[in-house]
């Protein structure tokens, strides 16, 4: 129904964005809200998908067209949903997750929250072969200062919202206090590793 909303984006929360755009605030779930925090209050552009449910219509945003592609291959996996699929996208390890469909590395696959052994073979089976395109990676940056206590504590609320586990947020808040990062994207996509490659 929707392919793009364009207009201010006027609000970052942990699972959502506001994007306001003739006069209409949408909100929008999105992996990973905070990589866009360079945009606050700037004019955006969010491809959009609408889903619908018996109690809800949802919209889901993705920062550029091959992201939703992604999205709606792992939505059509059985035992993935929307917010299992915004999970695993908000990472931001396009290229890990496609490599290890590819190559059948269920192992890798699990340690995506929600992803168990059976989902991980069955990702494997409805998309290796299918995911013909070149996903973008982020890149992290790091300083010498410690990270400051509000990006840590909008990590923590972000990463639990995702469906990780206290017990996993707690073993990597003290790495990513010692990176010194300066801004709440950069702290997750050190979350994000260090969750990945635990």
Known sequence: MYEYIKGQL???????IVI????IGY??????PY???????????????????EDAMILYGFINFFEKQLFLKLNRVS?????????ILAA??????????ET????????FPGVGKKTAQQMVLDLKGQLDFVPEVAEDAT???????????EVVEALLGLGYSQREVKRIEKPIKEAGLSTTQEALSLAFKLLLNK
């Open 27 to 32: 909100q929008i779930q999105t992996p990973n």
């Open 35 to 53: 990589r866009l925090q360079d945009s606050l209050n700037q004019s955006l552009t969010m491809f959009v998908e609408l889903v619908v449910r």
């Open 79 to 87: 035992g993935i949903g929307p917010k299992s699929a915004l999970s």
């Open 143 to 153: 300083n010498e200062s410690t990270t400051d206590s509000s990006v840590i504590n």
């Open 104 to 111: 059948g590395d269920s192992d890798y696959l699990t340690k």
């Open 10 to 16: 006027t609000k970052i929360a942990p699972t959502y």
């Open 20 to 23: 306001e755009a003739a006069g």
């Open 92 to 101: 931001n390890d396009h290229d890990g997750l496609v490599t290890a469909i």
